[in-house]
């Protein structure tokens, strides 16, 4: 008889693991709330699915150098692992700066393949049916539901976080984690923007600006990135605010004072810009708005001549002394962070069921012989850049290996 295999979460994870426990054998069904599996999938990147990454680090997951549950899921299924188990699926990849897209550039086709590949590999798939409990029995579980129950031999949850929950994850598998005796860090949204206190950039709203955001907690810089950020009404936006987003949430659920650093023109070195800002300000019958054409956006300009205590429209007395305090302003502009987006806005969960209690090498738990977890549910998450999803493929990859055996 082979092993029969509950896995709940159609998702990435759960769809992954599915395949790769059909595939070594196990009789496995998979079970997801929704009229359909991998709705979310649907959404990555922006419905062009930014599927993995070329290069993993540890700090694109946020994991200390050489941490050693990254290491062994790295070692067991690595990035190229997961282009070539694609490629054999049919998805063709486009690597753009690292960045790893299915050549169609469409995310339906990694959810279409991945489904044909459920059906062909025999995964009987339920669907409409929300998992609510999980009951350990002396040997194996059982699977309870609104109104039926599965008998397994071992069981792999895939139910993912609490971002973006109208794609199903609602944080519901932390609860049946937590009645399993697990410890769930606290899930806070990540991904997803800032919200700044008294927003003294408000009336700039829709400006791109290129810079570098750092993020301080407790008077402590704790990341930081550079890139294309957005100003928006209640805000700062963009992959770079996103990606330094984790740590304003954890500090604000702690209570802590949070700021954000935004330094302007991140790619000119300190003297040079402020030999910039020194000549521009110093021209003849020029106002510091006119000055600062063509270095910053017309839309950001004026905010951020008043923001720094200077006059748009009269020409300096001083250009010298004016440019002086304009770039003392400008190459370290500190916010207060009030809050960042809610689990709907936010494209990743940071927290989730602790590391310590799972096995990498099988994704198995360590309280709970037979129960196996990966994906969103545990406690990783990464930046922009496919990171999550690799995650989401190499631990269920790991996870159907070891539990299908
Ligand atoms: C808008 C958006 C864009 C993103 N873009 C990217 C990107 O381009 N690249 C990248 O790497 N990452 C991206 N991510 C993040 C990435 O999609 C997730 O990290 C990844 O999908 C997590 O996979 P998962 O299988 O663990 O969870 P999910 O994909 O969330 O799947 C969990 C599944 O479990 C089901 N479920 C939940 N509870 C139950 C229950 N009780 N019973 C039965 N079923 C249940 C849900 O309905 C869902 O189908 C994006 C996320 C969002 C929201």
Known sequence: MPKKLIIIGGGSAGCFAAITAAESGAGVTLIEKNPVALKKILATGNGRC????????????????????????????????????????????????????????????????????????GVSVITDTEVTDIIKKESGFTVVCADKEFDADAVILTTGGKAAPNTGSDGRGFDICKTLGHKVITPVPALTYLVIKDHPYKKAAGTRLSAKVSIEVSGRILSSDTGQIQITKNGISGIPSF?????????????????????????????????????????????????????????????????????PDRIPDNGRKAAEKLFAYLKDITLCVSGTGDFADAQVTCGGVSLDEV?????????????????????????????????????GYIAGKNGGA
Not at 94 to 119: C, F, H, M, W
Not at 261 to 269: K, N, Q, T
């Open 50 to 121: 930014n599927y993995c990454h070329d290069k993993v680090t540890f700090t694109d997951l946020y994991r200390p150098e050489g941490d050693g549950f990254l290491n062994t899921v790295m070692k067991n299924f690595s990035p190229e692992n997961v282009l070539d188990k694609f490629r054999s699926l049919g998805i063709t990849p486009v690597n753009k700066d690292g960045y790893i897209y299915p050549y169609s550039e469409q995310a339906r086709a990694v959810s279409d393949v991945l489904k044909r590949t459920l059906a062909q590999c």
């Open 359 to 395: 096995d990498p090498s099988s994704m198995e738990s360590k309280l709970v012989p037979g129960l196996y977890l990966a994906g969103e549910i545990l406690d990783m998450d990464g930046k922009c850049g496919g990171y999550n999803l690799y995650f989401a493929w190499a631990s």
């Open 243 to 311: 990606n330094i987003c984790r740590f304003a949430s954890r500090g604000l659920l702690e209570k802590e004072p949070v700021r954000l650093h935004i330094r302007l023109v991140p790619d000119m070195d300190e003297d040079v810009l402020k030999e910039e800002i020194s000549e521009r300000l110093c021209r003849e019958n020029t106002t510091p708005y006119e000055a600062l054409t063509g270095l910053f956006p017309d839309t950001f300009a004026d905010s951020l001549l008043r923001n720094a205590g200077t006059d």
